[in-house]
Nanobody, 115 residues
Framework: QVQLVESGGGLVQTGGSLRLSCAASVASFSAYAMTWYRQAPGKERELVGTITRGGTTTYADSVKGRFTISRDNTKNTVYLQMDSLKPDDTAIYYC?????????WGRGTQVTVSS
């Protein structure tokens, strides 16, 4: 069973930065594609971006140019660097690990951006 633990959330002002981490307890972390999602109050969960096991990244248009996903396979951790934050980025941020048909979710970390 894969366990994912997100951390690094908090309260930040508009224009500020945060770096989220997602630590995975799995022996073959490098084989997993890792995806960040977010869910704002009253809204559906939306995809933020993905990093493949090869390191290729893709992003939602709403965060492109402001957010960066990276991974450190030696630490079984994926990161979400968030810059130029806006109040619309306020949400619970989740990471998801996928490999073939298996998918695992973390419990999320709250990010609040004040105006």
């Amino acid at each position: 069973q894969v366990q994912l633990v997100e951390s690094g959330g908090g309260l930040v002002q508009t224009g500020g930065s945060l770096r989220l981490s997602c630590a995975a307890s799995v022996a073959s972390f490098s084989a997993y594609a890792m995806t960040w999602y977010r869910q704002a109050p009253g809204k559906e969960r939306e995809l933020v971006g993905t990093i493949t096991r090869g390191g290729t990244t893709t992003y939602a248009d709403s965060v492109k140019g402001r957010f960066t996903i990276s991974r450190d396979n030696t630490k079984n951790t994926v990161y979400l660097q968030m810059d130029s934050l806006k109040p619309d980025d306020t949400a619970i941020y989740y990471c998801k690990a996928t490999f073939l048909t298996a998918a695992y979710w973390g419990r999320g970390t709250q990010v609040t951006v004040s105006s």
